[in-house]
């Protein structure tokens, strides 16, 4: 754990990481509010922007000379540095997820500002109507989601790797966006769920120790998992009584 003088220097490196994560999401909030692109694909594909402007930094403006087989920025001074939980292997990193978590699910479901959020997230129309600012909402929930993955991205350099390098790119985005629609994007939700999936991460290589099975079939099983995962959720908005009445009037049918 960093000591008590170089809390705040720790704290600024979680902050930044926030920040720069926040800008980057709230991009994706814009492109659906003024041009109607959805957000999900949107950050999809802003993730590969976001790699490619990694890589050159990585690898020219911000490289340590030092870093010869794997390009990497300079390491961050040993005082800013997350340790583990009780000497463990287990950073604080975890406990930080936790309560960020538990903070979010409270505050969406115990105050005014949280419940305004949940109302545009379900039908910004209808928060439209009842006179909520849904695209200020709708941005400042991009950029509170965007935050909270530019705060995982800091803790993972400042706990594990203490420079930035190509370890850092693991699909997570695409585990996270996973993670939030099984758990139905519920912040408390997505902490056991979280867990669930980096298991079935971690039991890439038992696969194929014991299996004979290529590590990569975890994602292919995350892949079918995300593709089934957005069907049910296109399903579910279906009308299935107007769809009804449709067929029902095509065929002639009265009924």
């Known amino acids: 754990m960093p000591l008590p003088g170089n809390v705040v220097g720790t704290a600024m490196v979680c902050l930044a990481g926030a920040a ?8 994706a909030g814009y492109l659906r509010q003024y041009r109607g692109i959805n957000e999900t694909i949107s950050s999809l594909l802003l993730a590969y922007i976001a790699i490619g402007i990694f890589k050159h930094l990585v690898e020219g403006p911000l490289r340590d000379p ?24 287990v950073h604080w990193g975890l406990a930080i997820g936790v309560v960020a978590c538990l903070g979010l699910g409270w505050w969406l479901r115990a105050t005014a500002s949280g419940f305004s959020i949940r109302v545009v997230g ?27 993955a530019g705060l995982a991205g800091a803790v993972e350099v400042a706990a594990v790797h203490t420079n930035a390098n190509a370890s850092l790119i693991a699909g997570y985005g695409y585990a996270g966006i996973l993670v939030s629609f099984i758990a139905r994007h519920n912040p408390v939700a997505i902490v056991p769920v979280a867990i669930l999936f980096g298991g079935f991460g971690a039991a890439g290589s038992l696969l194929q120790r014991r299996l004979g099975l290529p590590d990569a079939s975890v994602l292919v ?35």
Do not use: H
């Open 66 to 89: 030092a870093s010869l087989n794997k390009p990497s920025t300079y390491a961050l001074n040993d005082g800013l540095l997350i340790g583990g939980i009780g000497g463990s292997d």
């Open 122 to 148: 379900g039908n910004p129309r209808t928060a439209q109507l009842v006179g909520l600012p849904a695209t200020r909402l709708i941005l400042s929930a991009c950029g509170l989601g965007g935050a909270c």
């Open 221 to 255: 099983l995350q892949g079918i998992a995300f593709v089934l995962i957005l069907a049910s959720e296109g399903l579910r908005m279906v009308d299935w009584k107007a769809l009804r009445m449709r067929v029902f009037r095509a065929s002639g049918n009265p009924a």
């Open 20 to 27: 720069a994560g926040a800008l980057w999401i709230v991009f």
